[in-house]
């Protein structure tokens, strides 16, 4: 391949990354305002410690979206993670749990992993999700 070939190349994929990197920006945001719409109409309804957490719910979405979800990385699972915990919390922080802070865990063994939805976990990573040990109030994890 000659030297302008490849040059051009590199071009168009830059150029294609450009325009990927702007779609999943918009589609961040739109996700947000989604979540947004979402949690007031859940404002009052929850009941317990996260009013705004239904992890039947999420398992179902994730199970859904199980193939997606596991060719990811876990550096792109906590990037998925964060910005989900994030989103759900706009309106009320402390409506639903703080993964990244381990909220969920007895030790904190110091692992990337452990900063991940542990649902995400279960669903891709099995292994990994065996692997931690909940709080008691997080037990309904494992069933």
């Known amino acids: 391949m000659s030297l302008s070939s490849r040059t051009s190349n590199l071009s168009r994929y830059r150029e294609s990354l450009l325009q990927l990197n702007s779609e999943i920006l918009i589609s961040i945001l739109e996700r947000r305002r989604i979540c947004l719409k979402i949690q007031e109409l859940k ?7 996260y009013p705004h957490y ?11 979206q199980k193939e997606a979800l596991g060719k ?3 550096k792109e699972l906590l990037s998925f993670s964060l910005m989900m915990e994030d989103q759900a919390m706009a309106l009320a922080p402390g409506s639903y749990p703080s993964w990244s802070s381990k909220v969920h865990l007895v030790n904190d063994g110091g692992a990337l992993f452990e900063m991940i939805n542990p649902l ?21 994890l494992r069933h």
Do not use: I
Not at 43 to 49: A, L, R, V
Not at 54 to 64: G, K, P, S
Not at 126 to 139: G, I, M, Q, S, Y
């Open 54 to 64: 239904d992890h039947l719910r999420e398992l179902e979405v994730f199970e859904l």
């Open 43 to 49: 404002t009052g309804s929850g009941s317990g410690s």
């Open 72 to 74: 990811l990385s876990m």
């Open 120 to 140: 995400l976990l279960k669903v891709t990573h099995a292994e990994v999700f065996n692997r931690l040990e909940f709080k008691t109030d997080f037990d309904f």
